[in-house]
């Protein structure tokens, strides 16, 4: 009898065989997956489970029932082409000593070396001594607490230029476990240029608020002085009685102060012209000796009272310059009034003219308190003033000098001021490019005036009541007949109804201004025959111009002396 089990076998054996084979088969399949599975992720098993736990940068993501693993490692060259093609700034690799072992391209470039170069002397090697001294310090504070250490340093360049860096690193543990310095190189040229510039002006206008201050209360000295006498005046005025010479006195000292009082706000109209870009010149042939003749003729009373000696030395052929000849004037008046003011009473003042190259330069020397090398840089600064405002005896707002500067620059020139120092007195340059062509004669303008043959019927209106009443009283009292009104509206009315010969109109009033009183004037019956005298604060030319466009023929600014508005009324009588 035969043994089924040698003989043959079984169908339990060739079920078994079966189910071994595709154990077998499946079993491959298992090795071939996990093999790729490796393959793919390439780091050790001790990875995968940091993966898992989220300990490492990478992502497993189960699609249509597989497992796809996605690594730093896997894009490596994707974040390397980020750090050294995208990047602006330099990024580096080092040993805890401090060796490099990698950088990226942008910080070769931006240091303007090579990577053998820094690898070999240490990225910091062109630093001096106690940079980087400082710079060991951070590392080693950084080493010790786990946080980024920062560093600023300024480099060197080859053409003399330099580079401003900031540097950050970190002390990181890599995928073997040990410590490296990572970090960044970043340029910040143009921010520390930027943030010194911010700071420089933060400081400049530090200065100019602090001048601005002074200058508000040398404004109120100033005013105070010559209000205090007008004061006084004023109430001796109510004593003087039967005393006419007294009473003289005082009226003559009062208009005296009356000037300095309008003389301080025609500079502060002045510089604002100036500072807002408004001021013009009306430029004409001119001989500068006569600019400078017109400034001694202005200045010659305080050269006077100075008992200043004053030397002139200019040349017997005219200089022509093409220049606004009161603008002119107006520099020199200035310097010299400047001389005059701080030398001592009988001091020494020499101006002369002379030709140099393309230019004439005329020079204001003194013998007088001089000025210090700490002041010279701020002279021609606005506000700016030699001694402090707690003793000040010179008077003025401090704004002549800076005034000179621009219209010098406005006439194409420059003005330089030399001193040895106090008590060696000062010596003011003012260079101005000369004409080249022969000069043609000016020609003086003419104006046809109104002619008024009869006694003068005047219209004053203005707001300011107390300031109508007066200049009323004051015209009654040169012999004319006058009506007054306060807005615009009076002004129109009584025109029509007064027929005044003139009008001496407010601008700036309610209801309605002058600009429009005077050009409804205008168009009335006869209103082209009136004389329209706009009476004004405002004083720039550009008000000069819209009072003209608005049909005016005069433009007087506030405060108006009598004798200006006499003298236009005389120039429209046969």
Excluded at 190 to 198: A, M, P, S, W, Y
Excluded at 251 to 260: F, G, N, P
Excluded at 442 to 461: N, P, Y
Excluded at 512 to 517: F, I, K, S, T
Aim: net charge negative; glycine share 8%.
């Amino acid at each position: 009898m035969t043994d089924p089990t040698i003989e043959g076998e079984s169908d339990d054996q060739q079920s078994l065989k079966n189910e071994i084979e595709v154990l077998r088969q499946e079993n491959q399949r298992l090795r071939s997956a996990l093999e790729e599975m490796h393959f793919k992720l390439a780091e050790p098993e001790e990875v995968i489970r940091a993966i898992r736990h989220g300990e490492v940068d990478a992502l497993i993501v189960q699609e249509s029932g597989k497992e796809e693993v996605y690594s730093l490692q896997r894009f490596d060259s994707v974040y390397r082409a980020v750090v050294e093609e995208c990047f602006p700034f330099g990024v580096w690799l080092a040993k805890p000593s401090g060796k490099l072992l990698y950088v990226s391209p942008s910080f070769v470039n931006l240091l303007e070396s090579d990577f053998s170069t820094f690898a070999e002397k240490g990225q910091f090697f062109f630093l001096p001594r106690e940079i980087r001294d400082e710079i060991e310090n951070k590392w080693e504070e950084s080493r010790r607490s786990g946080n980024p250490f920062s560093v600023e340093y300024s480099v060197p360049l080859q053409d003399g230029s330099v580079k401003n860096i900031w540097t950050q690193g970190i002390l990181a543990e890599t995928h073997d476990g040990q410590p490296h310095w990572v970090g960044v190189n970043i340029d910040i040229t143009e921010l520390t240029q930027f943030k010194d510039e911010i700071r420089h002006q933060s400081k400049a206008l530090q200065e100019a608020d602090r001048r601005k201050d002074e200058f508000l209360a040398i404004l109120a000295h100033e005013l105070r002085n010559p209000l205090a006498p007008i004061r006084t005046g004023l109430d001796l005025l109510k004593f003087t009685g039967d005393d006419p010479e007294l009473a003289e006195q005082t009226r003559e000292m009062m208009e005296e102060q009356v000037k300095q009082v309008l003389r301080l706000i025609d500079d502060l109209f002045e510089i604002s012209r100036f500072t807002s870009g408004k001021l013009e010149l009306r430029k004409a042939s001119t001989d500068i000796r006569s600019a400078i003749r017109n400034a001694l003729d202005a200045t010659r009373p305080l050269v006077i009272e100075s008992d200043h000696t004053l030397e002139l030395d200019l040349p017997p052929e005219p200089i022509y310059v093409d220049g606004d000849p009161v603008r002119l004037s107006q520099i020199f008046t200035n310097l010299i009034n400047n001389a005059c003011k701080y030398t001592d009473s009988g001091g020494e003042i020499a101006i002369s003219a002379s030709m140099d190259g393309g230019d004439v330069t005329v020079s204001i020397q003194d013998n007088g308190v001089g000025i210090s090398a700490e002041h010279l840089p701020k002279l021609f600064q606005m506000f700016s003033q030699i001694d402090s405002p707690l003793d000040r005896s010179k008077g003025g707002l401090g704004i002549g000098l800076s005034l000179v500067q621009g219209l010098v620059e406005m006439h194409g020139g420059t003005v330089e001021v030399h001193s040895d120092g106090p008590g060696t007195g000062s010596t003011f340059t003012v260079r101005i490019p000369v004409l080249t062509d022969e000069p043609e004669p000016a020609q003086s303008g003419t104006t046809e005036h109104r002619a008024i043959d009869e006694k003068s019927r005047v219209l004053i209106v203005d707001d300011n009541k107390e300031a109508v009443r007066m200049m009323a009283a004051l015209l009654k009292l040169m012999g004319n007949e006058v009506e007054t009104g306060h807005d615009g509206y009076d002004a129109v009315r009584l025109t029509e109804s007064f027929r005044p010969h003139f009008v001496l109109l407010d601008i700036g009033m309610p209801n309605m201004n002058g600009y429009e009183a005077a050009r409804r004037i205008r168009s009335q019956s006869g209103g082209r025959e009136v004389v329209l005298i706009a009476v004004t604060g405002w004083g720039q030319s550009n008000d000069r111009d819209r009072a003209a466009s608005a049909g005016f023929d005069h433009h007087v600014t506030k405060p108006v002396e009598a004798s200006v508005i006499q003298t236009i009324l005389r120039s429209h009588k046969k």
